[in-house]
């Protein structure tokens, strides 16, 4: 159940509604791979998913991500390209069987309005019915003032924090209408939400998770790890510290891919100086810890426009059999766009201001391929292709392997089976 009471601050507090009944359903001892159909009661429309795949090098997937996507039936002004995102992707998951979706953060942007998140979920219900729906943590899902005092404490915040974050040198308001998360993780229940302390702590080599803010799961040959860029990243933080040993126990000759997906970028372009500030600092506290073990891809939003960089390591691109990580801003789902200055950066490799989406398909024969696809006409503008040298032998755990890019020039062109989120309404 949810009421406007539940939230931290107005707006979303000043809603007046009636209690929400929100359904979650777990469905175990599912068959990797396998398709199941199910009902809602009431409904007389049968819905099929398939389970995930058994993890594992060989096996391939498929999978759609964005982010600041929103409605545009409400807020046709702030989110136009909203249903073109939700049109497209639907065709993609029902007739190119892709697998599983990531919603890298700014849902909604619904301020506790729940008409507005009743359109939102509407817009998404024909593929997330069918496909995992898995989401990120932005900060109109989260950021929240109570109040002149914005650093009061506020019980009701369900990640656990003591006060909203609000680094000195952030931009983080109260972008969620005071929200604060609650509307978002009543509503998709990710990863290990289920378990208490204990079991994840057991889980996570004794560093709980935060599901929905941080939290990982395994889908095939790719091991996804979610973070909350609204939430202290810093050493030493609770996030940190459960980042740190998770990444130092994942198993890459089980999972060799590595995907990071967090709502705010580390790698920003021009002009956007505030969020290039908030950048600098996520580097200073994730890149190293990212290169030292590996990681693949990271996908974020935030930025309304899509970038990608080079492999590239403290703003430098580099050897991919050296270090380095791609990184791939899509925050292109749906909310107006953002303009992109023309003098950018040595590591950016492409960038655009169109609606649009990524579509990555990992192989299972050691390559990974990223395609940015554009709602307006449905063309690939853009594609990375990145291969490992994994060869199912020694020294996988924690370290996995080290890669390479091969670049295509745009125009040329635990498992989650049982808690993953499969959204429908009857």
């Known amino acids: 159940m949810m009421q406007s009471d539940d939230m931290c601050a107005s707006p979303a507090k000043d809603f007046d509604f009636a209690p929400l009944n929100l359904h979650t359903f777990i469905m175990t001892d599912l068959e990797p791979g396998e398709w199941y159909e ?22 391939q997937v498929s999978f759609v991500v964005y982010g600041d996507m929103g409605e545009s039936y409400h807020a046709r002004a702030k989110a136009p390209g909203a249903r073109a ?52 943590i932005g900060n109109h899902e989260y950021d929240y003032r109570t109040g002149k005092e914005k650093h009061r404490s506020h019980s009701k915040d369900p990640s656990g924090a003591s006060s909203p974050y609000d680094p000195d ?11 604060c998360g609650v509307a978002t993780a009543r509503r998709f229940i990710m990863p290990e939400a289920y378990l208490d302390a204990a079991q994840q702590e057991a889980a996570n080599h004794g560093s709980s998770v935060n599901s929905p803010f941080w939290y990982s799961f395994d889908y095939g040959s790719v091991h996804f790890v979610m973070l909350s860029t609204e939430h202290d ?20 000759c089980l999972t060799p891919w590595l995907v990071v997906g967090m709502h705010r ?8 100086k505030s969020n290039r500030i908030v950048a ?18 990271v996908v974020s939003g935030h930025v309304h426009s899509y970038a ?82 994994y060869d199912g032998h020694d020294y996988c755990r924690g370290h ?3 890669r390479y890019n091969g670049i295509q020039p745009a125009g040329e062109v635990a498992n989650a089976q049982a808690a993953s989120q499969l959204t429908a309404s009857q």
């Open 308 to 389: 990608r960089t080079c492999n590239v390591y403290d703003e430098q691109c580099v050897d991919n059999l050296d270090k380095g990580t791609t990184h791939v801003t899509l925050g292109c789902g749906g909310h107006k766009l953002s303009d992109i200055d023309h003098d950018q950066y040595d590591w950016l490799d492409y960038s655009e201001t169109k609606f649009g989406y990524g579509r990555v398909t990992a192989d299972g024969d050691h390559s990974l391929r990223l395609e940015y696809i554009t709602t307006d006409d449905g063309d690939i503008r853009d594609t990375v292709t990145l291969h490992n040298d």
């Open 280 to 297: 600098e600092h996520l580097r200073a506290s994730l890149e190293s810890l990212f290169n030292q073990y590996n990681v693949d891809l």
């Open 38 to 59: 199910y009902r809602l009661r009431d409904s007389s429309d049968t819905l099929s998913f398939r389970a995930s795949p058994r993890p594992g090098p060989e096996s």
């Open 85 to 136: 995102t939700a049109d497209y992707v639907t065709r993609d998951v029902i007739d190119n069987d892709v697998d599983l979706v990531v919603h890298v953060g700014d849902l909604s942007y619904a301020n506790g309005d729940p008409e507005i998140w009743d359109t939102f979920m509407d817009y998404i219900e024909p593929y997330s019915s069918r496909a995992p729906y898995m989401i990120g």
């Open 265 to 272: 970028p580390m790698y920003v372009v021009h002009p956007h």
């Open 169 to 179: 040198w952030g931009n983080y308001g109260n972008d969620s209408g005071g929200e």
């Open 400 to 402: 996995g392997h080290r």
């Open 233 to 252: 990243v810093t050493p030493g933080s609770h996030q940190y510290r459960w980042l740190e040993q998770h990444l130092e126990g994942i198993d890459r």
